[in-house]
């Protein structure tokens, strides 16, 4: 069983920059790929970005290339995001998500991500 908790979420405006905290309960941290989520309101769940357990590769969704860089931590079972050039449509709750299967992909769909995190509220003013 994994326990996620985020944090670093917060009211910013157009252009500022945040860090999302995402820490893990247990003792495999580093076998877990982990991905962050967001879900605005009215709309789907969506894939914003995973770092592998393997390798420390990355997958990113389009929308955040070049703006959001997340990174892992396995010495404090800890994932980052960090968020630059935000805009009013990153406004979300976002959600840490945690991948036991060791699988040799970074997976970018919700199901198949075992664990997640109650979320944290990210808010973008224009």
């Known amino acids: 069983q994994v326990q996620l908790v985020e944090s670093g979420g917060g009211l910013v405006q157009a252009g500022d920059s945040l860090r999302l905290s995402c820490s893990a309960s247990g003792r495999i941290f580093s076998s877990y790929t982990m991905g962050w989520f967001r879900q605005a309101p009215g709309k789907e769940r969506e894939f914003v970005v995973a770092i592998s357990w393997r390798s420390g590769s990355t997958l990113y969704a389009d929308s955040v290339k070049g703006r959001f860089t997340i990174s892992r931590d396995n010495a404090k079972n800890t994932v980052y995001l960090q968020m630059n050039s935000l805009k009013p449509e990153d406004t979300a709750v976002y959600y840490c998500?945690?991948?036991?299967?060791?699988?040799?992909?970074?997976?970018?769909?919700?199901?198949?991500?075992?664990?997640w995190g109650r979320g944290t509220q990210v808010t973008v003013s224009s």
């Open positions: 998500a945690a991948d036991g299967s060791k699988a040799f992909i970074i997976h970018n769909w919700a199901p198949a991500y075992h664990y």
